[in-house]
């Protein structure tokens, strides 16, 4: 929101010209109501918030839309922070992008059982994020899920058999994942094994572009990677970021918001089962599968996830989803996490701490 800017001008008073007394101190007398109505202008600007404005630019990025908002009072300044921030995603893509021939995923799944391959501190830190979202979720979000997710088409509406599912199974195992951090290498044990960052890497990107937005002088802004948003700082009238949170039964309709939340210095993630899906023989199928069976996990709508680090907002998002409800609520509870989980019935499961802040647009149960 612009402010008004106030502009007081003054003409000089030649004191050298001959007039009057009474002319002269009528002169002084405006002269002084003149420096203290300027002086008050001046201290009520002062204190009035900065002519800042809100500048939004977005791209398509790591196979998503890709929305970044800043703060800002000028444009040319707004503008080259938001470029630095995409640029910090690109570089992200470019190295975690498992279709990609020459990305570092890529290397690490050709040389599966082989050779293990030097990463960047990049791939490191998202591989350890995700191997403690694991163990924090028993193994429900996994990351060597590649191979069975390999399976599924969900354009064409292509589901593997169960026999299939079965034998891709044995290939599926965080544990596997061998990284030596005095090296800076990563190892998968077994051939055949697949790294998929699809369900850590984007709210990864969430927060390191943040972080470049704050190294240009950005103090304000957030960064939406698809359903991955961080956030932080204020918005020029000092209030927090207004998120919203998709009602799962909406279907198509992305613009239909079941509650809302405000965010400072905070990250959200929603994984849904609305997300990718096809109708098959009436049963739903969707993106979100359980690495104990290889098929779509059934007990859940949709799970969001809030707490600072995008990428685990995104990780546990997805793990708390294949667990269920009421598994997911004790891991948000130990964690200290916040949460909002709608079950397969529509039923919501709250953590205490959310329960101050979401604003529900409808009737939740």
């Known amino acids: 929101m612009k402010s008004r800017q106030y502009v007081v001008d003054s003409k000089q008073v030649n004191t050298k010209r001959a007039v009057p007394a009474s002319y002269l101190q009528s002169t002084v007398y405006c002269l002084l109501l003149l420096l203290s109505t300027l002086y008050c202008l001046l201290y009520a600007c002062s204190c009035s918030p900065n002519k800042e404005r809100i500048f939004k630019k ?37 190295l975690s992008n498992h279709y990609s021939s020459d990305s570092e995923i890529t290397r690490i799944n050709r040389n599966a059982g082989i050779s293990e391959v030097k990463v960047s501190y990049d791939i490191l830190k998202l591989l350890d994020k995700a191997l403690h979202v694991s163990e924090n979720t028993e193994g429900a979000f996994d990351v060597t899920m590649g191979p069975v997710i390999a399976l599924y088409d969900f354009h064409k509406k292509i ?19 061998i990284i030596n951090r005095d090296r800076s290498t990563v190892l998968l ?8 960052l699809g369900g850590i890497a984007k709210g990864y990107a969430a927060d390191k572009a943040a972080e470049t937005l704050k190294k240009q002088g950005v103090r304000s802004g957030l960064v939406a990677v698809a ?19 998709r009602n799962p039964e909406s279907g198509d309709k992305e613009d239909d918001i079941m509650a809302t939340i405000e965010l400072k210095d905070m990250a959200i993630s929603t994984s ?5 899906f096809f109708i098959s023989g009436g049963k739903r199928y969707h993106h979100l599968l359980d690495p104990k069976t ?17 990428a685990f907002t995104d990780a546990f998002a997805t793990g708390i989803f294949i667990l269920g409800p009421e598994q997911g609520v004790k891991v948000l509870d130990k964690l200290g996490f916040e949460g909002m989980i709608i079950d397969s019935q529509g039923k919501s499961h709250l953590t205490q701490g959310i329960r101050k802040k979401i604003e529900f647009k409808r009737t939740v149960s």
């Open 58 to 94: 977005d791209r398509i990025l790591m196979d998503t839309l890709v929305a970044i908002t800043v703060v800002s009072d000028s444009k040319d300044n707004a503008e080259k922070a938001i470029d630095a921030a995409f640029s910090e995603i690109e570089y992200l893509e470019k």
């Open 159 to 177: 589901r593997p058999d169960d026999g299939m599912i079965k034998k891709t199974l044995s290939l599926v195992n965080y544990r596997e994942i």
């Open 189 to 196: 044990k077994r051939k055949g094994m697949l790294i998929d």
């Open 272 to 276: 849904g089962d609305y997300e990718r």
């Open 294 to 310: 290889g098929l779509s996990a059934q007990e859940c709508r949709s799970v969001s996830i809030i707490t600072k680090e995008g």
């Open 227 to 245: 359903g991955d948003i961080k956030a932080f700082g204020l918005k020029p009238d000092g209030k927090p970021w207004k998120i919203g949170i």
